[in-house]
């Protein structure tokens, strides 16, 4: 079963530019999550996903930040424009079951790594 | 607000020197805490789910336990290949998780 698949890996990019992430779930995982984690600090939950819609988007900074997630399997994670503290590992995550099922465990990808200029 | 508070920050055994990690939380409404392992440049996987005081769980070397304010994880043991960040995290009434800073484990032979 192949695992939890993001892309790029390792991002350069100078403040003000957009970037993005990319985000391939194990294949039949209904709930993605996107985390944000600093150096030396745990994931922090950017957004959550049931099948196609954003359930808990609390801790997404709206102004900077979108996410999308089409058809309810891959999904995108967009920073515009990027700041100097956005630089940071940003983790995708997913899991089986929905709100009924939850279990806490999650399959995280290798991350992508921010790095703001 | 929930809190995960976990230590020690670094933790270095010789290998076969057994310790424990501790985890302390605050949340209202435990659904579940949960232990992960991460290694350098990668995502974390997932090690235990605990969901009510007195519970155990065990994997190989490790064994995770759970009170109404602490989690440990205990490791028997240890070998080099079990160096790693240990990262606990609990889940209140949403779903959301949340992870404490995690205990850096280096274990030489």
């Known amino acids: 079963e192949a695992g939890v698949v993001q892309s790029p890996r390792y991002k350069i990019i100078e403040k003000k530019q957009p970037v993005a992430f990319w985000c391939n779930p194990i294949?039949?995982?209904?709930?993605l999550y996107w985390y944000r984690q600093n150096l030396g600090q745990g994931p922090e939950l950017l957004i959550r996903?049931?099948?196609?819609?954003?359930?808990?988007d609390s801790q997404l900074p709206k102004d900077r930040f979108s996410a999308e997630r089409l058809k309810g399997v891959d999904s995108t994670l967009k920073i515009q424009p990027a700041e100097l503290g956005d630089s940071a590992v940003y983790l995708c995550?997913?899991?089986?079951?929905?709100?009924?099922?939850?279990?806490?465990?999650?399959?995280f990808g290798e991350g992508s790594r921010l790095t703001v200029l | 607000e929930d809190q995960v508070t976990q230590s020690p920050e670094a933790l270095r055994l010789q290998e076969g020197e057994s310790s424990s990690l501790n985890c302390s939380y605050t949340?209202?409404?435990?659904?579940?805490l949960f232990w992960y392992r991460q290694d350098p440049g990668k995502g974390p996987e997932f090690l235990f789910t605990?969901?009510?005081a007195g519970e155990e769980k065990e994997k190989e070397r490790l064994k995770a336990t759970l009170t109404k304010k602490e989690s440990f994880l205990h490791i028997t043991a240890p070998k080099p290949e079990d160096s790693a960040t240990y990262l606990c995290?609990?889940?209140?009434?949403?779903?959301?998780?949340?992870f404490g800073k995690g205990t850096s484990l280096l274990v030489t032979p």
């Open positions: 995550a997913s899991s089986r079951g929905g709100s009924g099922s939850y279990t806490g465990e999650l399959f």
């Open positions: 294949s039949g995982h209904n709930t």
């Open positions: 996903y049931e099948n196609e819609e954003a359930v808990d």
């Open positions: 949340v209202s409404g435990l659904r579940g």
């Open positions: 605990l969901y009510s």
């Open positions: 995290a609990v889940q209140g009434p949403g779903y959301a998780l949340n």
